[in-house]
């Protein structure tokens, strides 16, 4: 079935994605997730862990579409619905405005709100964002500096003894990836935006039980989120305090991909 998901993005010839950029609505387990009573048991509950999109209207404009969705769990139940308006000027420069509402009969508790994508790491070997740094935080953990930083997505990846989401920052202003050439997109928004760029898809990190189990195929993960919930310290204390958990209403976002020239 149609999905309303971009599929490809090609830039000079080059396509630059490897997996469509669609919705996502959840994260790896952390252990404090699996503990958290308001976190990863009430998440697979409602399926957020396997979502699909499924098009229930189309609309054409000047310069790109209108798509709506029905977002669906592997039950085949409707948790929410989804709108995505893209945007393409002549220079290649891509606006994707997403609105997300959860169907909170179903719905309990969200981990994130954002997009997510997959790219050839020949396209993506290097990360610079202005934003939070240098080293993983959230929004109940929100060490570092505000500063411009470079990194790579293997420095981002923290290796915890069992692997779990791992590498977000927070405060983003933008986001750049390039490519062993240069070449790449640099990503904003009209707010400050989470983000994190891995080796590893989230289906490999969710599975595996010892870092040995990690499995790079060439392509990185990369997450671009409006709202993440925070990690709290539920293996060894309280969970993800209320302040820091994502309300349960409509998300309206939006991110620019411009293409960077080598």
Not at 94 to 119: C, E, Q, Y
């Amino acid at each position: 079935p149609e999905t309303g998901a971009l599929i490809s993005y090609k830039y000079r010839g080059e396509e630059w994605l490897s997996q469509p950029v669609e919705l996502s609505l959840y994260r790896p387990l952390t252990e404090n997730d699996k503990k958290d009573k308001h976190g990863g048991m009430l998440w697979r509950k409602a399926g957020l862990d396997k979502i699909s999109q499924k098009v229930t209207s189309i609309k054409l404009s000047k310069n790109g579409f209108t798509v709506d969705v029905s977002v669906l769990n592997a039950k085949d139940n409707e948790i929410g619905t989804g709108s995505f308006v893209y945007t393409l000027d002549r220079k290649g420069m891509l606006k994707i405005n997403t609105v997300f509402t959860p169907d909170t009969a179903i719905v309990k508790s969200l981990p994130r709100v954002g997009l997510t994508f997959r790219m050839p790491v020949a396209n993506c070997c290097d990360v610079t964002y202005l934003g939070r740094g240098d080293f993983e935080n959230y929004v109940d953990r929100a060490a570092g500096k505000i500063g411009i930083y470079e990194t790579s997505p293997f420095a981002m990846f923290h290796y915890y003894v069992m692997p779990q989401s791992t590498g977000n920052r927070i405060d983003t202003r933008w986001l750049a990836l390039t490519g062993e050439k240069g070449s790449g997109w640099k990503i904003i928004s009209d707010k400050p935006f989470q983000f994190s760029v891995l080796p590893y898809s989230d289906i490999n990190i969710e599975a595996a039980t010892h870092i040995n189990d990690l499995n790079f195929d060439g392509e990185v993960t990369v997450h671009v989120d409006a709202a993440q919930t925070g990690v709290g310290t539920a293996t060894c204390g309280p969970g993800v305090l209320p302040v820091y958990w994502l309300p349960l209403e409509s998300y309206e976002f939006d991110f620019t991909f411009i293409p960077v020239k080598e």
